[in-house]
């Protein structure tokens, strides 16, 4: 089935549809990372999004089975369900080749109602969105597109509160069998994996839909050793009001403090800080990012679309990692308190494991601290 890519800017792109074959719309951006095409895309920080993948080919070791472990998580995938609005490819392979395997990608987009279209000059596109930046766009077909009277209409996503999406609505507890500390973990869209990070380290972690409260003795009565802020979609200042308060409450009682991608950016509207939508962010699994302390280079994986300001944070913050790409920022922290984040993604998946070592350093430093 024919169909197009069509641009809130009225740019169009010429494809062939698969998966679902439906309409789809979402804000267009692209990643560059060249495999883990099953992670990225159940990743729920692209809640809202049109994924187009810059590598030529996607697709030929198709999709695993959804396994799980023995916490009852997917071993395969980063969330319970695609979550992208659609997905852009320049080739799709129908043909696959993996021992862990079940079905095409194709069938995968099918079996989970989200749209494709390939036969696309990624690289055109991708170089389009580069220059004039990331902007609303539809999947849509053919017979469809040009039975329009009137031009398309785009629902903006940039200040809808897509966290409240994705976030478990009931608190989950995961035990291991020798745990030697309690986190809170807030979740705005969190990938499985960094579960995963904090269990096989033996740390007990309760899953907290993203308005929790933790002001109003949760926090104490459940005995939490730290807190950690997850990443997820959209624009953080929609959230901003909500989660300040369990932010500052960690920083008032000194309690050890974690935040990853947009755990980072609400950390710096809590204390005070901006952030920024950039012009099409950063996307991928091959990113250098500089540690200001160490000066060491680190490969990480990354998927934001909103930065911090530096110049925003207020005295007793520093950033303490950036992008070496282009020097934006990649992790603040504070000077005395047990306090810090990071843009990029330690727990990876897809993506090199350069920067796992960050889960260590945190539990070091909630052991240190545990009462």
């Not at 396994?67 to 392979?93: A, H, M, Q, T």
């Not at 079940?102 to 749209?115: A, I, M, P, R, Y």
């Not at 020798?178 to 960094?194: Q, R, S, Y």
């Not at 925003?312 to 504070?334: A, C, F, R």
Request: aromatic share 10%; charged share 20%; proline share 5%.
């Amino acid at each position: 089935m024919k169909g197009y890519l069509v641009l809130a800017d009225g740019k169009t792109f010429k494809g062939e549809l698969f998966g679902s074959r439906k309409d789809a719309e979402g804000e267009v951006v692209f990643t560059t990372a060249m495999v883990g095409y099953e992670q990225t895309l159940t990743d729920l920080s692209f809640k809202g999004q049109i994924l187009t993948f810059t590598y030529p080919m996607i697709g030929n070791y198709g999709v695993p089975s959804e396994e799980r472990d023995e916490y009852g998580i997917l071993k395969y995938f980063e969330s319970e369900n695609i979550s992208v609005e659609g997905v852009v490819v320049c080739e799709y392979s129908k043909n696959f080749s993996h021992y862990r395997a079940e079905k095409s990608f194709t069938q995968w987009l099918e079996d989970k109602g989200v749209s494709g279209i390939s036969g696309i000059d990624t690289r055109a596109l991708t170089q389009y969105l580069r220059d004039n930046g990331s902007q609303m766009g539809r999947i849509i077909s053919e017979e469809l597109y040009t039975s329009q009277n009137t031009p398309l209409s785009f629902t903006e996503t940039n200040n809808k509160n897509l966290v409240s999406e994705v976030s478990t609505p009931v608190i989950k507890k995961y035990t291991p069998k020798n745990p030697i500390a309690k986190i809170a973990v807030f979740d705005f869209g969190i990938k499985l994996n960094i579960i995963r990070e904090f269990l096989k380290r033996n740390i007990e972690i309760s899953v907290l839909p993203w308005n929790t409260d933790i002001t109003n003795g949760l926090f104490t009565e459940e005995k939490f050793d730290g807190v950690f802020f997850s990443n997820g979609p959209g624009n953080p200042e929609t959230i901003a009001d909500t989660v300040r308060p369990n932010i500052l409450f960690a920083l008032k009682n000194t309690i050890p403090l974690w935040g990853i991608c947009l755990g980072n950016q609400l950390l710096s509207l809590a204390i005070g800080g901006k952030t920024k939508k950039m012009k099409f962010g950063n996307r991928g699994a091959n990113v250098p990012c500089k540690d200001q302390i160490t000066e060491r280079c680190f490969i990480t994986s990354q998927n934001h679309g909103y930065e911090v300001d530096a110049q925003s944070l207020p005295d007793g913050w520093k950033v303490s990692w950036i992008n070496i790409n282009d020097n934006t920022v990649e992790g603040i922290t504070h000077e005395t308190l047990p306090a810090n984040s990071v843009q990029f993604h330690p727990e990876s998946c897809p993506g090199p494991e350069d920067a796992n070592i960050l889960f260590d350093d945190f539990i070091t430093t909630v052991l240190q601290y545990k009462k």
